[in-house]
C-alpha cells in the first residue's frame, strides 16, 4: 500500500529535479559565453544529474514499491551522489573566483577545500562503503565529516567577499549552513530515526536557493 507522504515526497523530488533541468537549461541559453553562468549551468546539471542517481529511485519506490533492484539502484544512487555534492562544492569555489576576480582565495583555504574534497571522492570509491548493501557507518562518518571541511572552506569563501558589489553573495553562506545542518543529522541517524529523513527536503531547498542566486545573478 503506498503512503501519501512517501508520494509527496516524490512529487517534491520529481520537481526539484525538473527545476534544476530547466535551471540549468536556462543558465547555458542567457549565458550569452559568459564563462560565470556556464559555470553555473555546470553547476546545475551536475546537481541534477548526481540526485537524479538516487532520486529516480527513490520516486519509483514510492510509486511501485520496494525490491531488492531497486534497493540496489538506491545505494549506487547514493554513491553517485556523494562523489557528484563534492564536485558540486568544487564548481562553487570557482564560480566565487569569477564573481569576485579582483579577490584572492587564502591558500590554506583553497587547499583545504581541494584536499578535503579529494579525500571524500577516495573515501567514496571504497568498496567496503558497502553502498548497496547495509552500509558502513565507521566510514559514512569519516566521509561526511571530511565533506564538512570542504563546505567550511567554501563558507569561509563566500563570508570573506561578503556582499561585495551589492550582489548579496553572502547569502551563500546561509544556505551552505542550512544545507549541511540538515545533511548531516539525516547521514547519522536516518536509518535508526527514519523520520529525521525529512530533513532532506529543507536540506534540498537551500541547493535550489543556490541555484536561484545564479539565477538572479543572470537575470
Not at 560565470?36 to 514499491?65: E, M, N, Q, S
Not at 567496503?128 to 563546505?151: C, D, H, P
Not at 535550489?208 to 537575470?219: A, E
Request: hydrophobic share 55%; glycine share 6%.
Amino acid at each position: 500500500m503506498k503512503k501519501m507522504p512517501d508520494l509527496m515526497e516524490a512529487i517534491f523530488d520529481a520537481c526539484y529535479l525538473i527545476f534544476d533541468l530547466i535551471a540549468g537549461i536556462l543558465f547555458f541559453v542567457y549565458s550569452k559565453g559568459n564563462p560565470l553562468f556556464i559555470l553555473y549551468g555546470v553547476l546545475t546539471l551536475t546537481l541534477c544529474g548526481g540526485d537524479a542517481f538516487h532520486l529516480v529511485p527513490r520516486i519509483k519506490r514510492a510509486v511501485y514499491g520496494t525490491n531488492d533492484k531497486i534497493k540496489r539502484q538506491l545505494g549506487i544512487g547514493l554513491q553517485v551522489s556523494s562523489i557528484t555534492m563534492t564536485v558540486f562544492y568544487i564548481i562553487l569555489l570557482f564560480i566565487w573566483k569569477l564573481t569576485f576576480p579582483t579577490l584572492q582565495a587564502p591558500l590554506w583555504v583553497e587547499a583545504m577545500i581541494w584536499i578535503s574534497a579529494i579525500i571524500r571522492i577516495v573515501v567514496c570509491f571504497l568498496p567496503q562503503n558497502n553502498w548497496t548493501s547495509e552500509g558502513n557507518r565507521k566510514l559514512s562518518v569519516i566521509r561526511n565529516a571530511v565533506f564538512a571541511v570542504t563546505g567550511i572552506g567554501v563558507i569561509l569563501l563566500y563570508a570573506i567577499s561578503g556582499n561585495m558589489y551589492d550582489l548579496h553573495m553572502n547569502r551563500m553562506v546561509a544556505a551552505i549552513i542550512i544545507s549541511f545542518g540538515c545533511y548531516i543529522p539525516v547521514t547519522l541517524w536516518s536509518k535508526t530515526k527514519p523520520k529525521i529523513g525529512l530533513l532532506m527536503i529543507p536540506k534540498t531547498c537551500a541547493y535550489m536557493w543556490v541555484i536561484v542566486m545564479g539565477l538572479q545573478l543572470l537575470f
